[in-house]
């Protein structure tokens, strides 16, 4: 006998509504669809279900406050482009090509442009291209690498210049509306706009050097609006664009800008003398990766210059006893009562004092702590 295979196929019984349960539904959903009609008539949608084509008058406070400071403040940023000189491998001739690009601002009407060291580091050539399109080659005046800072002069007429305003970065608030103006990707003269996110934050220069008090937005920054300018809501700056944080290299919501304060402070100095001028404390130091080695918390003195400060004051530096075994000679642990754990917080400190400064230095020699008072000397090439 030959294998059957039965299959089962299911067909449902339709469901039958009674004639009754109909017609209350029916009922139901008639009485809903009045119940909506009478509501949708007696309710008043007021002007906000009115639509209208976008116009400038129609912009929203906020929209307005953007577009003022867009249009007051983008004159005044420069897009800065920069070449190398690069050896042909086949032919071994020198030429030059291109190397990067970022942002940049006007300083003032002589021609000063400020941007990020990091932005013109190993240039052959710089060149600013102003916002009506001329361009203009550039001469390094000076450099703070350890606060990402550079300054550049460009030989335009006045009347093309237009520098911004400065703000005060010590009054400045978590939430505060902020807009970054820049060059991002090569997109010349580009406006994002976010709110700060954070203050006091401590990102790394390219020399390893914290830099403090940094302002963290949320404002798109991306490669190419690196040295542009951070606005707050009066179009005053308060921070040079420098740095974001990402896996990807693209802007993830967290960027740093350098202080204004801070950069009132350095670029001066650097348009009066190229660099930033640190008063002379007269000594030569180990390096921190030298101190952990040794498990010596502090910065460790090498060498007392001759006829500086600190040997004026009776420091010492690394000596050696009779065998030629190294001895440990003063170690700074504190600087005016604030404690030093590292070469960059001792800098940090210097920066901020002046020559011709008295301070208190704390060393620990021998087992024993002792303060000396250091009076800092004018850096070389300011000395009477």
């Known amino acids: 006998m030959a294998n059957v295979h039965v299959g089962f196929v299911y067909h449902p019984e339709p469901v039958r509504v009674k004639q009754g349960m109909r017609t209350r539904i029916q009922f139901s959903l008639a009485l809903l669809l009045i119940i909506f009609c009478v509501v ?6 007021g002007d906000s279900a009115t639509l209208t084509a976008y116009t400038p008058e129609a ?3 906020s929209e307005r406050n953007s577009i003022d400071i867009f249009r007051a403040a983008s004159p005044s940023v420069v897009f800065v482009t920069n070449t190398a000189i690069q050896r042909n491998v086949f032919s071994l001739r020198a030429m030059e090509v291109p190397k990067g690009s970022g942002s940049g601002y006007i300083w003032d009407k002589n021609g000063y ?34 606060k990402d800072l550079a300054v550049l002069k460009i030989d335009a007429p006045r009347e093309k210049l237009q520098p911004l305003v400065f703000g005060d970065s010590n009054m400045l608030d978590v939430g505060q509306k902020v807009l970054a103006i820049g060059n991002p990707f090569g997109l010349d003269t580009t406006l994002t706009v976010g709110v700060i996110s954070a203050l006091g934050r401590e990102i790394k220069s ?13 404002a798109a920054i991306n490669p190419g609006n690196s040295g542009g300018p951070l606005l707050d809501s009066s179009g005053r700056l308060i921070g040079v664009n420098t740095a974001i944080y990402s896996p990807n290299g693209s802007s993830v919501g967290i960027g740093f800008a350098i202080p204004v304060n801070t ?48 040997q004026q004051a009776g420091m010492r530096g690394l000596g050696r006893n009779k065998y030629g075994k190294l001895l440990l000679g003063d170690v700074i ?21 002046h020559s011709g400064d008295t301070v208190r230095i704390l060393v620990q020699r021998a087992g024993e702590k002792r303060t ?8 070389p090439g300011l000395r009477p």
């Open 40 to 45: 949708l008539l007696r309710y008043d949608f």
């Open 206 to 218: 390219v020399t390893k050097r914290k830099i403090g008090g940094v302002i963290q937005t949320d």
């Open 263 to 310: 950069v009132k402070k350095t670029v001066p100095q650097l348009i009066k003398y190229g660099r930033v001028q640190r008063p002379v404390l007269g000594v030569e130091t180990a390096t921190d990766q030298w101190a952990r080695w040794n498990k010596i918390q502090g910065v460790v003195v090498m060498r007392v210059l001759n006829g500086l400060p600190a």
């Open 59 to 61: 912009a929203l406070a």
């Open 333 to 353: 642990v504190a600087f005016d009562d604030q404690a030093i754990y590292n070469n960059d917080e001792l800098l940090t400190m210097l920066e901020n004092r």
């Open 113 to 146: 442009i400020v941007t990020n060291y990091h932005v013109i580091h190993g240039a052959n050539r710089v060149q600013i291209t102003l916002s009506d399109h001329s361009t203009w080659d550039a001469k390094l005046v000076g450099i703070a690498a350890d």
């Open 372 to 379: 000396v008072k250091v009076t800092l000397a004018a850096p």
